[in-house]
Nanobody, 126 residues
C-alpha cells in the first residue's frame, strides 16, 4: 500500500522560509505526477505546486509563483517544497499528493491524485 508522509511544517515569521518534504513508500503504484496542496479551515484544497516526474515540468499558481519551488528525487521517491518569503496568508495545512494523471485530467485538481499524505501544518506569523 502506497503511503505518503510529509515533514518540515511548523512556525515561521513573515518573510522567513520553510522546507516541506514528502516521502513515498510501499506498493508499486504507477505515479506520473506529484504535487503540494494546501487547505484553509472550511475551504477546499488548493494546488500550490505540481511536478511531472518524467520531465520535471512544474506548475505554480500566481499566489506562490516566485516564492515556492517544488522538486522531486525519483530515485528516492521524495518531493520537496521550498517556501520562501512566507506570508501570513500561507498559513494552512499542507498536503503532499501523488498519482497517475491521465490525459485530460487537470494536475491542479485534488481528485486527479490517488495518494495523499496526512498533512503538515504551516503557520506564519506577522
Amino acid at each position: 500500500q502506497v503511503q505518503l508522509v510529509e515533514s518540515g511544517g511548523g512556525l515561521a515569521q513573515s518573510g522567513e522560509s520553510l522546507r516541506l518534504s514528502c516521502t513515498i513508500s510501499g506498493g508499486n503504484a504507477r505515479i506520473s505526477d506529484m504535487a503540494w496542496f494546501r487547505q484553509y479551515p472550511g475551504k477546499e484544497r488548493e494546488c500550490v505546486a505540481t511536478i511531472i516526474l518524467s520531465s520535471l515540468s512544474k506548475y505554480y499558481p500566481p499566489s506562490v509563483k516566485g516564492r515556492f519551488t517544488i522538486s522531486a528525487d525519483t530515485a528516492k521517491n521524495t518531493t520537496d517544497l521550498q517556501m520562501n518569503s512566507l506570508e501570513p496568508e500561507d498559513t494552512a495545512m499542507y498536503f503532499c499528493a501523488a498519482g497517475f494523471i491521465r490525459s485530460g485530467q487537470s494536475v491542479v485538481t485534488p481528485r486527479s491524485y490517488q495518494y495523499w499524505g496526512p498533512g503538515t501544518q504551516v503557520t506564519v506569523s506577522s
